[in-house]
């Protein structure tokens, strides 16, 4: 049997750190197996759900490069759903329930001031036809739970190991809403059976979901899935991410933070599990070295301060080739192999380029505070043709010449060529500055 994961997102919001990571551990264990990744757009909240944060999903994920073998949509598949509902009702599983969310709630508060758990008494299984119909003529419209069989459900998760739940611990769930419409808990089982979803892999929030899901698939004949529940990331304090999501989207990191695919991916493959992070420069290196048995049942914390460092070790690696069109779409078109391998060393984001293009290509005002020795050393600059090794001849004539050596030689011809202290190596700077606005920089004038 092949493996088939699938990643589900609800299109209700951006994707964040927490999202994102789950739709990378399902791809790579999908591309580790040769087996197949779907997306699937829960989009049976039609309140909530937008075409705009349907196509930031697909967006996002291109851009991480986690490419989908089969697509879905739940919108599209609402007649598999009644099919579904309609043998769950005819077999009893599914019974119609018609206490208002006013009249749940009493009963729930009711349950916990009695230290109970708050499981439905499923007081809607003793109506009596009657009833219902009484119910029904006073205009009320029923909502449709699943009949849980109050036996253990059990199943070994390749992240959590062995889970056990008694089915009578759990409440019965509502499959469809009084306005017809079915819920997320059905929906997914149908399609994970339909589309012969072989293993899912999700956040632990939906453990006591698989409990009652296991149920349902065993109620419509299909296949019950492998799971394995990640644990979700929190901040450095622990805190789940839910309060920063705004600015942990995928879609921030990329256009506001200047992250890398390759950072991200690097960090959020590796994050939970016994793997060192280390920067990886395609996503073939973290398939390879991939293992869900990997992730460990700790929970992740996830350190924006960490990605940006990862960030930066990324680009000091990356050829140029792979930055092109990112250095493009910054407006320096002209920017090549030279230039970037001059200043990656210095960048944490590739949007850093911009300044260094500017000292190499606009003009500086120089910080000449030193101009009898500036002017020794002008007037040592070597005829072009420049290229790496300029700076070293003609530094050695400098230092021959004033006597000078480290900090004291150096640091005045940085200051006069770049107007900066610090900077990208001017062995590498110097002959995309060029000849004619070295001359003039270490004359003091802004060229
Ligand atoms: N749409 C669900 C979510 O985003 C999918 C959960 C699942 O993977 O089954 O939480």
Known sequence: MSVAVRFAPSPTGLLHVG????????????????????????????????????EGIE???????????????????????????????????????????????????????????????????????????RLESEGRTPHWRFKLEHTPVEWTDLVRGPVHFEGSALSDPVLIREDGRPLYTLTSVVDDADLAITHVIRGEDHVANTAVQIQIFQAVGGAVPVFAHLPLLTDATGQGLSKRLGSLSVASLREEEGIEPMALASLLAKLGTSDAIEPRLTLDELVAEFDIAKVSRATPKFDPEELLRLNARI?????????????????????????????????????????????????????????????????????????????????????????????????????????????????????????????????????
């Open 19 to 54: 999202n994102v990571r789950l739709a990378l551990v399902n791809w790579l264990f999908a591309r580790k197996a040769g087996g197949t990744f779907l997306l699937r757009l829960d989009d049976t909240d039609e309140e909530r759900s937008k075409p705009e944060y349907a």
């Open 59 to 133: 967006r996002d994920l291109i851009w991480l490069g986690l490419t989908w073998d089969r697509f879905a949509r739940e919108s599209d598949r609402y007649g598999r759903y009644d099919e579904e509902a309609a043998a769950l009702k005819a077999s009893g599983r599914l019974y119609p329930c018609y206490e208002t969310p006013e009249e749940l709630n009493l009963k729930r508060a009711s349950l916990v001031s009695q230290g109970r758990p708050p499981i439905y008494d499923r007081a809607a299984l003793r109506l009596s036809d009657a009833d219902r119909a």
């Open 315 to 447: 680009l000091h690696l990356l050829p140029f080739e792979r930055v092109a069109g990112e250095l493009a779409a910054l407006g320096l078109d002209d920017a090549d192999a030279a230039f970037w391998e001059a200043v990656r060393p210095n960048l944490s984001r590739v949007a850093e380029a911009r300044d260094w293009w500017a000292v190499t290509h606009a003009p500086v005002a120089p910080v000449a505070d030193d101009p009898v020795f500036l002017a020794e050393a002008a007037a040592l600059l070597p005829e072009e043709p420049w290229d790496l090794s300029t700076w070293g001849t003609w530094t050695g004539a400098v230092k021959a010449r004033t006597g000078r050596k480290g900090k004291d030689l150096f640091l005045p011809l940085r200051r006069a060529l770049t107007g900066r202290d610090h900077g990208p190596e001017l062995k590498n700077l110097l002959p995309l500055i060029g000849r004619t606005r070295a001359q003039k920089r270490l004359a003091g004038e802004t060229a």
